[in-house]
């Protein structure tokens, strides 16, 4: 591998989020203090559903999950990270190929380990392309370098794929407590307020369910979010859903709106 393919650049700062890092550590500090409060939660948080706006529109949605992650700040080592693709086709489940991804707050080195476990997987490829101009990814990344210390992270890129594949590459990377998933999806996209906020919590009632989502009009992420609704199943987790809004409420117009849900997921010790 060159020089040039070790690190995987920011592609969506000064985009999605701020590219000074000054101001990029600044906004995501205030979203988190702004963050809503959720009642305690029983278990040990094992996953999150988190939106991939620009962060004027899904940053304090998102804030909301990343919130909880400060007690755990010490024991999250590593971060499986499931997004969909928008740019580029992916048979399958992409890695980035690269050693670390960068973001204006510095790099973060990508799980080897990890990366060698799933080598055997046949729904896994590797494609740097595919992780180029992706940011659904990108955008999850100053979020968790704010809230957590030494850790690494596992990127894949969710093309066309189905559900049972995504849940196998989770089994694999399952891991403990020091593992933690987390699914990059936004809602519906491009409706009326109204009708938004009706196909949203219908959305959530089924993920509150662990119940497949019929459509991708329900949320670009469906394919990592079916994925992870096996796993969740068959490991017994609990969702929580932490915060649902659109961007309506946020920072845009309520013509046409786009959804967002931040929701946890936790196991019993």
Request: glycine share 8%.
């Amino acid at each position: 591998m060159g020089a040039t393919q070790e690190i995987r650049a920011a592609a969506v700062a000064g985009l999605f989020y701020p590219k000074e890092a000054d101001r990029l550590s600044r906004d995501i500090q205030v979203m988190l203090k702004g963050a809503s409060k959720v009642e305690a939660m029983s278990g040990v948080l094992k996953a999150l559903i988190v939106p991939h706006a620009g962060y004027v529109y899904s940053g304090p949605v998102a804030a909301s999950a990343y919130a909880l992650l400060f007690p755990l700040r010490d024991t999250i080592r590593s971060v499986v990270l499931l997004g969909p693709t928008h740019r580029i086709f992916v048979s399958g489940l992409a890695l980035p190929g690269v050693q670390a991804f960068e973001t204006p707050l510095g790099r973060i080195p990508v799980d080897q380990d990890a990366v060698h476990f799933l080598k055997p997987l046949r729904q896994v490829s590797t494609s740097p392309a595919a992780h180029e101009p992706e940011h659904s990814l990108e955008v999850q990344l100053p979020f968790l370098q704010m809230v957590l210390s030494g850790f690494q992270v596992v990127p894949l890129a969710v093309g066309e794929a189905s559900p049972k594949a995504v849940a196998e590459v989770i089994e694999v990377l399952w891991g403990g407590p020091e593992t933690l998933i987390v699914v990059s999806s936004d809602l519906s996209h491009y409706l009326p307020y109204g009708f938004a906020q009706e196909i949203d919590r219908s959305t959530c009632a089924d993920i509150m369910e662990l119940r497949q989502l019929n459509r991708h009009e329900q949320a670009c992420g469906a394919t990592p979010v079916n994925g992870l609704m096996i796993a969740a199943r068959h490991h017994r987790l609990t969702p929580h859903l932490l915060d649902l809004r659109n961007s309506g409420d946020t920072a845009g117009d309520r013509d046409r709106v786009v959804g967002y849900a931040a929701i946890a997921f936790t196991e019993e010790p």
